[in-house]
């Protein structure tokens, strides 16, 4: 059955109902105006009716004739269609709520597929720089948030907060001798999300593999502020290059980095612009969300990480 169908058939109930009530109001109030009498006839029937026969001697009234009250009866009608208004205010309101549904399942579905015609995850596909006409070893191109995505963000945010449970396959690209070869790991996943006080949105993920016996975590933390969205807390500039931002998706990129031993317990860090990351959060429905993660190595693509998840 369509589900905008569904409030126009519970609407066509109430306004039959609402007749219903209507008649019987009209005709209980015709009724009343009324003495009901009762007689038993020659047989031995006994009867009730409204107005007695001429011959039967035995007739009596067992309710006396009430008079019509026009304020009262008024009143009630008015009463009766207020609720009736509202049952259908109701009604309406229920089924643009089902609209916005099935529209935002119409947008999530949009950005999925425009998503997957921008990063095609064909192995050794070319990365999102290379797909820009950047070089390789470009840097990203950061920016500060535009008007309204700061409430995007955190309404994105918030609506990925709490326990999420679903599946999740890595997918890492091999060329043996000329010939591509694609390994697939799957895993079971718990993730939980949290934000805290100081604008940190971080979500850990519990990733559990039947096939090897083992568990590994991770951890996507983000750091938002009103005019820029980081994975790192007090930094100037964002290290992000944000690609779309709604209150339904987030997609970003970064580059990768690489830790260097220093001196004592000090370490430096040096950025790694062939590692590329294409990071896209989505929410595809009320109680689901997909997370992507493209990972490319001088501009190809190696390694594709997805996740489907869903709470209760």
Same mark, same amino acid.
């Given at each position: $059955? +369509?589900?905008?169908?569904?409030?126009?058939?519970?609407?066509?109930?109430?306004?039959?109902?609402?007749?219903?009530?209507?008649? $019987?109001?009209?005709?209980? =109030?015709?009724?009343?105006?009324? /003495?009901?009498?009762?007689?038993?006839?020659?047989?031995?029937?006994?009867?009730?009716?409204?107005?007695?026969?001429?011959? =039967?001697? @035995?007739?009596?009234? *067992?309710? /006396?004739?009430?008079?019509? /009250?026009?304020?009262?009866?008024? @009143?009630? &009608?008015?009463? +009766?269609?207020?609720?009736?208004?509202?049952?259908?205010e109701e009604i309406k309101k229920k089924e643009q709520q089902a609209k916005a549904i099935v529209e935002k399942q119409k947008k999530f579905m949009n950005v999925k597929q425009n998503q997957q015609s921008l990063f095609g %995850?064909?192995?050794?596909?070319?990365?999102? %720089?290379?797909?820009?006409?950047?070089?390789?070893?470009?840097g990203i191109v950061p920016r500060y948030l535009m008007p309204g995505e700061f409430d995007d963000l955190l309404e994105l945010f918030e609506s990925l907060k709490g326990d999420w449970y679903g599946a999740a396959w890595e997918?890492?690209?091999?060329?043996?001798?000329?010939? &591509?070869?694609?390994?697939?790991?799957?895993y079971t996943i718990k993730s939980e999300g949290t934000i805290h006080s100081r604008g940190q949105f971080i979500l850990k993920s519990n990733l559990y593999s039947r096939e090897s016996n083992s568990t590994h975590l991770e951890a996507l933390p983000l750091y938002l502020d009103p005019k820029k969205l980081t994975t790192q807390e007090g930094i100037s500039v964002s290290d992000l290059e944000?690609? !779309?931002? !709604? !209150?339904?998706?987030? &997609?970003? &990129?970064?580059?990768?980095?690489?830790?260097?031993?220093?001196?004592? /317990?000090? *370490? =430096?860090?040096?950025?790694?612009?062939?590692?590329?990351?294409?990071? #896209?959060?989505?929410? #595809?429905?009320? @109680?689901?969300f997909s997370f992507e993660r493209l990972f490319y190595t001088s501009g190809k693509l190696k390694t594709i990480n997805a996740w489907h998840l869903e709470n209760n």
């Open positions: $059955m +369509d589900r905008i169908c569904l409030p126009q058939i519970v609407q066509w109930r109430i306004f039959i109902f609402s007749t219903i009530l209507a008649l $019987m109001g009209f005709f209980c =109030a015709e009724q009343l105006n009324a /003495d009901i009498y009762q007689w038993v006839d020659e047989n031995g029937v006994k009867h009730f009716s409204n107005a007695p026969p001429a011959n =039967a001697g @035995n007739a009596k009234i *067992v309710f /006396d004739e009430h008079q019509h /009250d026009e304020a009262a009866y008024e @009143n009630r &009608v008015k009463t +009766d269609q207020k609720t009736i208004d509202a049952l259908i %995850s064909k192995c050794f596909g070319p990365s999102y %720089s290379i797909q820009q006409g950047r070089g390789v070893r470009h997918r890492t690209c091999k060329d043996i001798n000329g010939e &591509v070869y694609q390994e697939i790991n799957n944000l690609i !779309s931002v !709604s !209150s339904d998706h987030l &997609v970003y &990129v970064q580059k990768g980095a690489t830790l260097l031993p220093g001196i004592g /317990d000090q *370490v =430096a860090l040096r950025k790694d612009r062939e590692r590329e990351f294409v990071t #896209t959060i989505i929410k #595809t429905g009320i @109680n689901s």
